[in-house]
């Protein structure tokens, strides 16, 4: 049975970007006291605001300093914090098997998957885990116990990338499995139409969930510096292949693939999606805390 | 327009014209492979392809046609016709004029021009014509190629001079020959327009004859073939008619060697054509004069009697005649027949007296004569008794006889104690009369220092001849002179044989005792004049007793010169160092009851002669020459053996200098007469005979004939025409082909870099 320390990330190396926290922006439900607010509001130690004073509350929660000063009965209402449920959906699609010169962008996402799934379980939110190409191949539910990265670590180390990519059908489905609001860590290379994969971001999103798209691209597909004539073999359909001079294909690929990541960029601005693009020839504790802090800034 | 390729070979380059294909799929088949994810964004839009394929096809064929032009240009292409010229754009050409210096060129017509004339007019014409930078060389075809201008030169001007200079136009022409040296002029030619130009007299003779037609057969495969070659075109400019040329012609004048006498007879033959025979207006030999005198009154010579109609045999009339010139030395002799008077010469549409020759050019022949001094010293065994012939008399008298005063050898009789001192000095009264021969006639034997000195005299040139009889010393003679093979002498002696008392038997039945010459056995050059066994030759010279000469081993130096009836030799001779010496068997006197002297043997004194002649090499230089054949004179003892100056028959005298003991010249091309004056101010005569078949036929070709040669030589045309020559000349595309390949060259690199920028 394979051990955590077969993936190979180094989860002290995140604390050379101090002391860093994947914080929700929005609201989560969670189900233990926690780090992140809750959309329920109840009496817990954090002042929310005052309400009118209904029959049946509880009469030791109303104000009375308020009622000296103004002769109305209000109930104090304090916020209730709660943890984290987070999913961490990656992509297996064999287009995330392509490597060039450095380590495959799926290996890449398990570093990333692996490394944040610490990080939450270690400020104890509960991270659950999915994986999937044309359908879901493992859907492991959020735990925020600290055996469960162990679980989280063995399912990312026994996934192969393969497959067709069909992303947004995907999505769709499991936007409407994750019932409870939380948050949604997508990492993948997007290898789909835009407009399907919106409307799946969308889903996500109507249903409440924070939406965090990790677009793991290899430095090769952002440059495609191939010189020689080339046959690029498709790493989704083992029958496809293209024999072409790259040179004269550069210029209109390079177009077709800024448009992609420009589109996609902005239909996730668009639908609040927190879109963060990850070359894979980066250190994955570097990308990973410069993201971070910038996202803990933003807070 | 009509194109061509100089160097069709280089068309094989365009195999590589494929090489960008090669590499197009060599590219195609040698291919990274990647597993690739990101597929969708290799779909290229359908107009980015075709943009793309566009491009690449361009790009290709742009290369492809790059190779190909390039090889193209180097295949050397040309085009033919006057396009390039009326656009302004021609090249310049290379032009070697070859005109006809036969005799048949010195026809005239009415108005007194010769075909020559015509000829120079024609080729002027065609300099007018052509532009400034191009390059002519003129030649003229005779018998040997003469270079008038012998290097291609645009100086026009002095091209024009040059053929204004035309040598007279004499013999007989090699065309072939003429074709082939022209070719060789132009081989180093760098430009494609290059034309030679064969002007002559349209004869058959030279030009289509059975013997010039093989000549052409064996050289057109060394021509080049195809259009590599120069264009080749020829000028007739002689008459059409085949009616008989009217002619008057002398063949070669001839003579024998001089032999002993300064009198010597003369032979030629004149050939008169296309008329019936009327004496000739004057016939006559002059000597010692080269040039003929321009005023009519002025000509001097010997009128020859005019032959009359019964000495004409098929149109020949022989003709002979003596001279006995004033003493010894080079002398010319020139024999000239004049058939029209200088008036109707000068008119010739004069009506009722017709034309009696209308070919100039034959008209005169010259004959160089030399008519060498020989001085000879005779060494006597005997001490001499005045008033009494004895010994080295009786050879004295053969080789000079005191009445003769045209005699050519001056031959002086000294004892044998005087040999060393006669040796410098001179002979006769006249200068450059050291000895040049030694003959002892019967020396018992020398002292040493004689014999050193005769020996030095021998390797330094000079000629001895030993004659053996009673005194000679035979053992002297072995032990000394023959030296092992190592002396002047030829052969050892054996012994002496017969019996000098033997008497000549008178029945007729009784065999001779005697020895006598064997004329058969007379191989050698020196006596060449008596081969054969003729009444009253040598072969009545009879030898009661003579000495036994061993016949000479194989591969030795010396060699049997005459032999005797008893099959012992008679003569030997042998070289020693720059010298001769010959070794006679008998004494040439009285001695032995020889009758060499008598009457019995009347060519005694003309083998005296010849040996003596031989001996002192005066018959190794010729003076009568053919085309070609060098000119060589071997200075007196008196004149400078560096410096002597050659007049030839046209042009500047030229300076030569001397190569050892000779002066050579080897440029005898053009016939006529050469005269080399000596330092000291002697002339000597040389005389390039041309061939008098140049006056025999003035036929001209049929045209089937001239269709024959055109065939042969890949004649481009026979034509008159100066304009169609120059008009069909050749245009060179090589550097127009250059420019295209720059230009493509442009073309490439700006779509490379546009498709570079553009990806």
């Known amino acids: ?299 | 327009m009509a194109f061509g390729l100089t160097n069709a070979i280089m068309l094989i380059g365009l195999i590589a014209v494929a090489i960008p294909i090669i590499i197009h799929l060599l590219n195609r088949r040698r291919f990274d492979v990647v597993d690739w994810g990101a597929m969708q964004f290799l779909q290229v839009s359908e107009v980015t392809r075709r943009k793309v394929f566009i491009e690449e096809l361009l790009l290709m064929l742009l290369r492809m046609g790059l190779i190909a032009i390039l090889v193209l240009g180097m295949a050397l292409p040309f085009a033919v016709g006057s396009l390039f010229d009326r656009l302004g754009l021609g090249d310049n050409r290379d032009v070697v004029l070859v005109l006809d210096g036969s005799t048949g060129m010195s026809l005239t017509d009415d108005d007194n021009k010769s075909i020559q004339d015509k000829a120079v007019e024609w080729c002027k014409d065609l300099l007018d014509k052509m532009s400034p930078g191009d390059n002519v060389a003129v030649l003229q075809a005779r018998e040997q190629v003469v270079f008038v201008v012998p290097q291609l030169s645009s100086d026009h001007k002095r091209i024009r001079k040059e053929l204004d200079k035309l040598a007279a136009p004499r013999g007989v022409c090699d065309w072939p020959q003429a074709v082939e040296t022209a070719e060789a002029l132009l081989k180093n030619s760098g430009r494609s327009r290059r034309e030679i130009i064969l002007v002559g007299d349209g004869r058959k003779a030279g030009w289509s004859d059975e013997r010039t037609l093989r000549r052409w057969e064996l050289l057109a495969p060394q021509l080049p073939q195809g259009d590599a070659g120069p264009r080749l075109w020829a000028v007739p400019l002689g008459r059409t008619s085949s009616e008989p040329v009217p002619n008057w012609s002398l063949t070669s004048l001839r003579s024998g060697r001089a032999r002993a006498s300064t009198t010597l007879d003369f032979r030629s033959t004149v050939k008169v054509a296309g008329q019936k025979y009327e004496p000739p207006y004057s016939m006559r030999f002059r000597v010692d004069q080269i040039e003929e005198p321009t005023d009519t009154s002025q000509i001097k010579g010997s009128s020859l009697p005019l032959p009359s109609r019964d000495d004409l045999r098929d149109g020949r009339l022989p003709l002979t005649f003596s001279h006995t010139f004033e003493g010894p030395g080079a002398h010319l002799v020139t024999l000239i027949v004049e058939p029209d008077s200088p008036e109707r010469k000068k008119d010739k549409t004069q009506i009722g007296v017709p034309i009696k020759d209308r070919v100039a050019g034959d008209n005169r022949q010259d004959f160089a004569v030399m008519l060498p001094l020989l001085p000879v010293l005779l060494v006597d065994g005997l001490a001499p008794e005045p008033g009494k012939y004895r010994g080295a008399d009786f050879l004295q008298v053969a080789l000079a006889p005191a009445r003769d005063k045209s005699r050519l050898v001056r031959a002086r009789v000294v004892p044998l104690e005087e040999l060393t001192a006669a040796l410098s000095r001179d002979i006769g009264p006249e200068a450059n009369t050291k000895p040049r021969v030694v003959v002892l006639c019967d020396v018992p034997r020398l002292a040493d220092d004689q014999r050193e000195t005769l020996t030095q005299f021998v390797n330094a040139g000079g000629g001895l001849l030993v004659t053996h009889g009673p005194r000679s010393d035979l053992t002297w003679y072995n032990k000394e002179l023959y030296r092992g093979g190592l002396g002047l002498l030829p052969t050892i002696l054996d012994e002496p044989n017969g019996n000098e008392d033997d008497p000549y038997p008178t029945d007729g039945v009784t065999p001779d005792p005697a020895a006598h010459p064997l004329p058969a056995s007379f191989t050698h050059a020196a006596l060449d004049l008596f081969r054969g066994n003729l009444s009253g030759g040598l072969g009545n010279a009879r030898f009661p007793r003579w000495w036994k000469l061993a016949r000479p081993e194989i591969g030795s130096p010396s060699l049997v010169v005459a032999e005797l009836t008893t099959k012992y030799p008679w003569m030997l001779e042998k070289q020693v160092g720059k010298g001769r010496v010959i070794q006679c068997a008998v004494a040439m006197d009285d001695s032995w009851n020889t009758n060499l002297h008598r009457l019995e043997v009347p060519e005694f004194p003309l083998l005296a002669f010849e040996l003596v002649a031989y001996l002192a090499g005066a018959r190794g230089i010729e003076f009568n020459l053919t085309p070609g054949q060098p000119l060589i004179y071997q200075p007196l003892d008196d004149e400078s053996k560096e410096r002597a100056t050659l007049r030839p028959p046209q042009g500047e005298p030229v300076e030569l200098e001397g190569k050892g003991d000779l002066f050579v010249h080897k440029d005898t091309r053009l016939p006529g007469v050469y005269s080399l004056t000596t330092s000291r101010n002697r002339t000597i005569y040389y005389v390039v005979h041309p061939d008098p078949r140049g006056s025999d036929d003035f036929t001209p070709a049929t045209e089937a004939e001239r269709e024959q040669v055109k065939e042969l030589v890949k004649l481009d045309g026979y034509t008159q025409d100066v304009s169609q020559v120059l008009a069909a000349s050749r245009q060179d595309l090589w550097w127009w082909l250059m420019l295209g390949v720059i230009g493509l060259l442009c073309g490439e690199v700006w779509l490379t870099g546009r498709i570079v920028k553009g990806r």
């Open chain 1, 1 to 299: 049975m394979p051990t955590a320390s077969t993936i190979r990330f180094d989860p002290t190396s995140l604390a050379r970007y101090g002391r860093l926290a994947l914080v929700a922006r929005g609201l989560v439900e969670g189900f233990l006291t926690g780090a992140h607010k809750s959309p329920y509001k109840g009496y817990s130690v954090e002042f929310a605001e005052h309400r009118q004073y209904y029959p049946g509350d509880e009469i030791r929660h109303i104000d009375w300093r308020a009622y000296g000063k103004t002769d109305r009965y209000y109930i104090k209402e304090y916020e209730e914090e709660t943890n984290l449920r987070a999913h961490l959906l990656v992509d297996a699609s064999g287009s995330m098997a392509y490597a060039g010169k450095q380590q495959s962008k799926f290996e890449y996402a398990q570093l990333v998957a692996a490394s944040l799934a610490y990080l939450m379980l270690h400020q104890r939110d509960a991270v659950g885990l999915g994986t999937h190409d044309t359908q879901i191949r493992r859907l492991i539910p959020p735990k925020a116990t600290s055996k469960h990265l162990l679980q989280v670590l063995t399912a990312l180390e026994q996934t192969q990338p393969g497959g067709e990519t069909d992303l947004a059908p995907i999505w769709h489905q499991l936007a409407s499995q994750f019932s409870r609001r939380g948050m949604v860590i997508i990492l993948s290379d997007c290898f789909d139409k835009v407009k399907p994969l919106l409307k799946a971001l969308q889903h996500f999103r109507y249903q409440r969930h924070e939406v965090l798209l990790f677009h793991i691209l290899a430095p090769e597909e952002i440059e495609f510096p191939f010189t020689k004539w080339t046959q690029f073999r498709n790493l989704e359909n083992a029958g496809h292949k293209l024999l072409v001079d790259p040179s004269w294909l550069r210029k209109e690929y390079r177009k077709n693939f800024q448009e992609f990541c420009t589109e996609l960029r902005e239909s996730a601005g668009k639908a609040q999606v927190d879109y963060h693009l990850m070359r894979t020839d980066q250190s994955v504790d570097r990308a990973l805390g410069i993201y971070l802090s910038r996202r803990h800034a933003r807070r």
